[in-house]
Nanobody, 124 residues
Framework: QVTLVESGGGSVQAGDSLRVSCAAS????????VAWFRQAPGKERVFVAA????????YYANSAKGRFTISRDNANDTVSLRVNILSTEDTAVYYC?????????????????WGQGTQVTVSS
């Protein structure tokens, strides 16, 4: 079993930067990758970025390249997503998710474990 807990969301102004974090506990050694998804109001939940737990390889949605940075700590128990130059389009609930693999993927169905989400609200 793996438990994921997001933190770091909140209300910010456009142009600011924000870091959301995902704390993982349980059998994290079974995980291949951890990803961030987000769901804006009235929209579907979409992939943002992923990182492998072993090699630290990163993957980004095309729309996330440039402003988004995903990282993990040395203990592999925390995965963070840094978002720069926030805009109102980034307003969403941000979810942490984990997959046992065998590969990183953008498909929601491949992520077995999910956090409860953390709200990010960007005001102009």
């Amino acid at each position: 079993q793996v438990t994921l807990v997001e933190s770091g969301g909140g209300s910010v102004q456009a142009g600011d930067s924000l870091r959301v974090s995902c704390a993982a506990s349980g059998r994290i050694s079974t995980l291949y990758a951890v990803a961030w998804f987000r769901q804006a109001p009235g929209k579907e939940r979409v992939f943002v970025a992923a990182i492998t737990m072993s090699g630290g390889a990163t993957y980004y949605a095309n729309s996330a390249k440039g402003r988004f940075t995903i990282s993990r700590d040395n203990a592999n128990d925390t995965v963070s997503l840094r978002v720069n130059i926030l805009s109102t389009e980034d307003t969403a609930v941000y979810y942490c998710a984990a997959t046992p693999g065998p590969s990183a993927t953008k498909m929601r169905s491949d992520y077995i474990y999910w956090g409860q989400g953390t709200q990010v609200t960007v005001s102009s």
